[in-house]
């Protein structure tokens, strides 16, 4: 699918399909709207009228043109009350307009910029956010089905309001592109079965990222992840016949003497069985996509390069899978990470927090300006927020926190932010035999505890964990409103892409 910029009239575009749109109880045509309106003998306007369309936000609604212009069909689609308009209403009203469009087979479209006419959203941020909700939706995971039912569009063609500047435009195509090519990155990664993404298969893949060249990927294998002392991590892996990874990215690794970098942390277990603290096998279905925080990561860090940010970004993945065996651990082991403090597992499924610690510890050679770690932590998360709802925010700086919110308002990816009390690190502090244990007997306080057990491995920088549980795989049944189908999601890849975009550093 290709996108570009075109200046006809829309009674002269050779397309299939024209997308246009309306917010709620519009009851006048106005712009590029009313001119087609007007090339239509009125039939939008009183479709509008009539309110056979409403202009409710993802509300869509065909219209005929019989020869009258070049293009077959309108798609007609909502973008709710005028005064809610922001860049996700527009990701949404390009999705439902495109998923219509695929299901009704077109393959040349044309659409207006949502709403750029009236609001104040820039054109840019406005394209962009159209481009993002169109690629988003129509994205597929059907590499293992032997036949592929869905039609394909070939090109969508964005109009170009009079006096807004096409380099503006073409910038927010291609930022578009970028993030969404690196959330359908991780979609795909997440979506691969665990018999194929195995640790060794991730680093393959963050090896391969498509970047200019400023990137550079080392994988550290089992030898070289003991010479760290990296007891926590490689204790999980323990179980596994397939060999733990640590994926090490580094972006503009060439100003690091000159500029503290962003650092990305993500969680990749490639497969949760829970160990010997064994999941159910309903709380098992889902654990492939228990490696999701190291997609998203793998995903910024393509962005990051393709997107040129001016500072120096690292990307850090402990990938390992979580299984049961002769030589997993024991619930009662103690373990010893890589800045020395002593853990004891009483639970081997809380294993996320294990990896995570001697990454977060690694993360500190780089002199970091900030650290976020990305994670499918907790089921806790879920409980706390809803799935679908939004991913659980842990802050030690209020200005991070504050940044990662306002990328979150641009990005459209909800995040919350919670809480982290110091008696939540006393709790994980009480154990009998080692300085902390990876749980509690205190199941109703689990998503603090498991943030407060990370930040005994984040000395001396700014942090921010989020535990992406609620928001990294969604099921079929999930009721919220999805820019694609269900399964992965890529969450976190546009919140940190939007962040690394508005924050110079
Ligand atoms: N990967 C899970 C968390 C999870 C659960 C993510 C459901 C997505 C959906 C994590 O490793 C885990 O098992 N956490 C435990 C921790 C507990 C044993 C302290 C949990 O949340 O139940
Ligand atoms: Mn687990
Ligand atoms: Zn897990």
Redesign the pocket.
């Known amino acids: 699918m290709k996108f570009n910029l075109i200046s006809n009239k829309i009674a002269e575009i050779d397309v299939d399909t024209v997308i246009l749109s309306c917010f709620l109880s519009d009851d006048s045509t106005n712009g590029l709207v009313h001119d087609t309106d007007v090339e239509l003998n009125g039939s939008i306007s009183e479709i509008l009228s009539r309110g056979d369309h409403k202009g409710k936000l993802r509300e869509v609604t065909e219209i005929y043109t019989s020869g009258q212009i070049p293009a077959h069909r309108i798609i007609l689609v909502g973008l709710g009350p005028e005064n809610d308009f922001n860049e996700n209403c527009i990701r949404h009203a390009a999705a439902a307009a495109a998923i219509r469009a695929r299901q009704l087979g077109a393959s040349k479209i044309a659409s207006i910029i949502h709403g750029v006419e009236q609001s104040k959203l820039s054109a840019k941020d406005a394209v962009r956010a159209a481009t993002e909700g169109t690629m988003l939706a129509l994205y597929v995971f059907d590499k293992y089905k032997s036949e592929n039912k869905l039609g394909s569009i070939e090109s969508v063609s964005f109009i170009e309001p009079e006096d807004i500047q096409s380099e503006d435009l073409l910038r927010g195509i291609e930022q578009g592109n970028i993030i969404s090519n690196a959330v359908q990155l991780a979609r795909d990664l997440v979506n691969e079965p665990p018999n194929v993404c195995t640790p060794a298969f991730l680093a393959e893949r963050a090896s391969q990222i498509d970047d200019d060249a400023n990137t550079d990927v080392s994988i550290l294998t089992e030898p070289e992840i003991e010479d760290l002392n990296m007891g926590a991590f490689l204790s999980v892996g323990r179980g596994s016949t397939r060999k733990p990874r640590f994926i090490v990215i580094e972006y503009n690794k060439k100003l690091l003497d000159k500029v503290q970098p962003l650092v990305l942390v993500g969680?990749a277990?490639t497969f949760?069985t829970?160990g010997y603290?064994l999941?159910s096998a309903s709380?098992m279905s889902?654990?492939k996509?228990?490696m999701a925080g190291g997609a998203a990561v793998i995903g910024a860090l393509q962005a990051a390069g393709q997107l040129k940010v001016p500072y120096p970004v690292i990307g850090l993945i402990p990938a390992t899978e979580?299984m049961v065996s002769g030589t997993a651990s024991h619930p009662s082991d103690v373990v010893s990470a890589s800045n020395g403090k002593t853990i004891e597992i009483?639970?081997?499924?809380?294993?996320?927090?294990l990896i995570l610690a001697d990454a977060l510890v690694y993360a500190a050679k780089y002199n970091p300006k900030h650290v976020i770690d990305l994670?499918?932590?907790?089921?806790?998360?879920?409980i706390a927020l809803g799935e679908g709802s939004a991913a659980a925010l842990f802050a030690n700086e209020t200005s991070l926190a504050e940044q990662l919110l306002t990328a979150s308002e641009s990005s459209g990816e909800r995040i919350w932010r919670m809480p982290l009390y110091s008696e939540y690190t006393d709790w994980m502090r009480a154990s009998n035999v080692a300085d902390l244990r990876?749980?509690?007997e205190k199941?109703d306080s689990?998503?603090g505890?498991?943030a407060a057990f990370l930040q005994e491995f984040t000395e001396g920088y700014s942090w921010a964990h989020i535990d992406i549980?609620?928001m990294?795989?969604l099921s079929g049944t999930s009721v919220i409103k999805r820019l694609g189908p269900a399964g992965a999601t890529g969450f976190g890849v546009r919140l940190l892409s939007h962040l690394m975009i508005e924050y110079a550093n």
């Open positions: 969680k277990i949760d829970g603290s999941k709380g889902t654990m996509a228990d979580n009483v639970n081997t499924d809380a294993e996320g927090r994670a499918t932590l907790t089921g806790s998360a879920i990876n749980s509690t199941r689990g998503i505890t498991s549980a609620p990294a795989f």
